[in-house]
């Protein structure tokens, strides 16, 4: 049972990157998926999730129009799409499915000219 994220990198102000979050040994279909950030110095924050379904969807005020949530249930993968990064969304970031206490091990994506 497992949660593996990559996508992560080096991207400058203004650019995009494609998080992905894939699933393994267990019912993909069955959970509510979240994507945590945590930055040096702070603590761990929510900044979208998605549904079971994948029809309901919610971001943190902080990424709201610039991020967005999906999944893949064919591919067993939740996907974060991060546009008009800013300096301020560099962080480790975190797929969480909270009803299996799972977290993966963490991207790093760092937002920098």
Not at 8 to 34: E, I, K, M, N
């Amino acid at each position: 049972v497992q949660v593996v994220e990559s996508g992560g990198g080096v991207v400058q102000p203004g650019g995009s990157l494609r998080l992905s979050c894939a699933a393994s040994g267990f019912t993909f279909t069955r959970y509510l998926f979240s994507w945590y950030r945590q930055s040096s110095g702070k603590e761990r924050e929510l900044v979208a999730q998605i549904s079971s379904d994948g029809i309901t969807t919610h971001y943190s005020d902080s990424v709201k129009g610039r991020f967005t949530i999906s999944r893949n249930n064919a591919k067993e993968t939740v996907y974060l799409q991060m546009n008009s990064l800013k300096p301020e969304d560099t962080a480790v970031y975190y797929c969480r499915v909270y009803d299996l206490a799972l977290w993966g091990q963490g991207t790093l994506v760092t937002v920098s000219s």
